[in-house]
T-cell receptor
Framework: SQTIHQWPATLVQPVGSPLSLECTVEGTSNPNLYWYRQAAGRGLQLLFYSVGIGQISSEVPQNLSASRPQDRQFILSSKKLLLSDSGFYLC???????????FGDGTRLSIL | DAKTTQPPSMDCAEGRAANLPCNHSTISGNEYVYWYRQIHSQGPQYIIHGLKNNETNEMASLIITEDRKSSTLILPHATLRDTAVYYCIVRTHNYNQGGKLIFGQGTELSVKP
């Protein structure tokens, strides 16, 4: 069966520090991969998605970037974090077609 | 992707059926209806999806009206663990967009003993 792993579960970072969040999927090949962010009390916002290795699409302009160095690995990064980058970051995967997206347990990021 | 409208909150007694409505009057012919739920501090969990026929799985049933402008998610015997925010989403699969989900504010379901 397929599983998705995100780490770390929680992270506290100072303003201006770099960020690297990792997501890996097991049990499937060539998945679509997604990064979402959920601000406190609000719905999820899609940040990036990827349909293959090295293929990244950005949904909103921001201080973050994403990379997909391997088929089942998706990384969210920032060179310098802002206070507004705080939130709950979720990685998800799906196969092609009208199939569901499945989410990881998320990383709660607090910027001080 | 079509916009959905859900009540912001609902209560349900434990052991009773929970019926969560969703309006999607601008849905187009190739858009599916998806339901997810999010328990506090966890990632969203997929529940069920459908195109035009009613669907049932081990978690819930999805009833879609004949004109497809609304749907109802049914949890047949709600438990306290079903307390969560429930999201109704309609989308098509656009290969160039990877089939993104657009989450609204959802319905906060409280199951009470």
């Amino acid at each position: 069966s397929q599983t998705i792993h995100q780490w770390p579960a929680t992270l506290v970072q100072p303003v201006g520090s770099p960020l690297s969040l990792e997501c890996t999927v097991e049990g499937t090949s060539n998945p679509n991969l997604y990064w979402y962010r959920q601000a406190a009390g609000r719905g999820l916002q899609l940040l990036f998605y990827s349909v293959g290795i090295g293929q990244i699409s950005s949904e909103v302009p921001q201080n973050l970037s994403a990379s997909r160095p391997q088929d089942r690995q998706f990384i969210l990064s920032s060179k310098k974090l802002l206070l507004s980058d705080s939130g709950f970051y979720l990685c998800a995967w799906s196969v092609e077609g009208n199939q569901p997206q499945h989410f990881g347990d998320g990383t709660r990021l607090s910027i001080l | 992707d079509a916009k959905t409208t859900q009540p912001p909150s609902m209560d349900c007694a434990e052991g009773r059926a929970a019926n969560l409505p969703c309006n999607h009057s601008t849905i187009s012919g190739n858009e599916y209806v998806y339901w997810y739920r999010q328990i506090h501090s966890q990632g969203p969990q997929y529940i069920i999806h459908g195109l035009k026929n009613n669907e049932t799985n081990e978690m819930a049933s999805l009833i879609i009206t004949e004109d497809r402008k609304s749907s109802t998610l049914i949890l047949p015997h709600a438990t306290l663990r079903d307390t969560a925010v429930y999201y109704c989403i309609v989308r098509t699969h656009n290969y160039n967009q990877g089939g993104k989900l657009i989450f609204g504010q959802g319905t906060e379901l409280s199951v009470k003993p």
